[in-house]
C-alpha cells in the first residue's frame, strides 16, 4: 500500500495558520519573519495557534536570520524556545545548526534533540547550505533527528529531484525526507513520482491588501518598501488543490491522528 502524502504548510500568522487546516494540510510549521527566512514565533503565537487547531504544529526554533552558525548565547536561546513550545503544546520543532565550515553541527544538535524529546524534531532547510547532502545526512541519521526538511541543495525542489531521489534511497534508519520550495498543485505529483518523498512542505500563499482606509505611504519601517500596506496569507483553495494533485483527487486523512 503507498504511504499517505503529508502536507505541512509554514505559516506566519494566525489567519494562515486556520486557512491551512480548512484547506487540508496535516500539520502547519509555525514562524515569525518569513521574510528572512522563518524565526522563532512569539509565545502568544504559538498558544493562540495550539488552541484554534486541532492539525499537528510544529515550531520554527531559530534565533535570528543570516547563517546558521549560533553563538553560545544564541544557542541557549534555542534550547529556552524548545522548551517553551512544549510547554504551549507543540507537537514538534524544526531547528538547524551548522558549523563554521557549513557542516552539520551534530554534538549541538543532538543535545537539543535530547531536549526537545518527545516532540518530533525536523531539521530544516540549513540541510541545503551544507557542502556534502549525502555525507549531511548520514551525520543526521546519528542524532535522533526524525525528518530532514530540503529541496535537495537546489532553489527549488522541482530543481533540486535528482538529489531529493538520492536522499530518500539513501535513508536507513526511518528518518523521513520532506521536500520544500516552490510545490504547488501543477507540480507536485511529478515530484513525488520523481523522488519518492511522501512529504511536502509549502507556502501556498497569494497577496491580500491591507484593509485600512488610511494609508500613509511616506513612511516605510522596514528594509522592503511599502510592505506595511500588503502581505501574504496561505490561500485555503491553493493547499486544497495541492492536496488534490497530490492524490489524484482521492481522499488522503492524515495518518494516525490530526496532530501527526
Request: charged letters at 20%; glycine letters at 10%.
Amino acid at each position: 500500500m503507498t504511504q499517505p502524502v503529508i502536507l505541512e504548510v509554514c505559516v506566519d500568522s494566525i489567519e494562515s495558520a486556520i486557512a491551512a487546516e480548512r484547506g487540508g494540510a496535516h500539520r502547519v510549521e509555525l514562524c515569525g519573519a518569513l521574510a528572512d527566512g522563518g524565526v522563532t514565533p512569539s509565545a502568544g503565537f504559538i498558544a493562540m495557534v495550539r488552541e484554534k487547531l486541532a492539525i499537528g504544529l510544529h515550531v520554527m526554533i531559530r534565533p535570528r536570520g543570516s547563517d546558521f552558525c549560533y553563538s553560545e548565547e544564541e544557542f541557549a536561546i534555542m534550547q529556552r524556545d524548545i522548551l517553551q513550545a512544549k510547554q504551549l503544546g507543540a507537537e514538534g520543532v524544526v531547528f538547524g545548526l551548522l558549523d563554521l565550515d557549513g557542516k552539520i553541527d551534530t554534538r549541538r544538535t543532538k543535545q537539543l534533540v535530547a531536549l526537545a524529546a518527545p516532540l518530533k524534531v525536523t531539521f530544516h532547510r540549513a540541510f541545503d547550505m551544507t557542502p556534502d547532502l549525502v555525507a549531511s545526512l548520514r551525520e543526521l541519521q546519528t542524532t535522533g533527528v526524525g525528518c530532514v526538511l530540503t529541496s535537495g541543495g537546489q532553489q527549488t525542489a522541482i530543481e533540486g529531484a535528482a538529489t531529493l531521489k538520492q536522499l530518500v534511497q539513501a535513508v536507513d534508519n526511518g528518518i523521513g525526507i520532506m521536500a520544500a520550495s516552490g510545490i504547488e498543485a501543477d507540480n507536485v505529483a511529478d515530484l513525488l513520482d520523481r523522488t519518492g518523498v511522501r512529504e511536502v512542505h509549502a507556502s501556498l500563499r497569494s497577496p491580500l491588501s491591507s484593509s485600512m482606509r488610511y494609508q500613509n505611504h511616506r513612511v516605510s519601517m522596514g528594509n522592503a518598501k511599502g510592505h506595511e500596506y500588503h502581505r501574504f496569507v496561505v490561500d485555503q483553495e491553493k493547499v486544497k488543490k495541492l492536496l488534490s494533485a497530490a492524490t489524484n483527487g482521492s481522499a488522503n486523512p492524515s495518518p494516525n491522528s490530526p496532530k501527526s
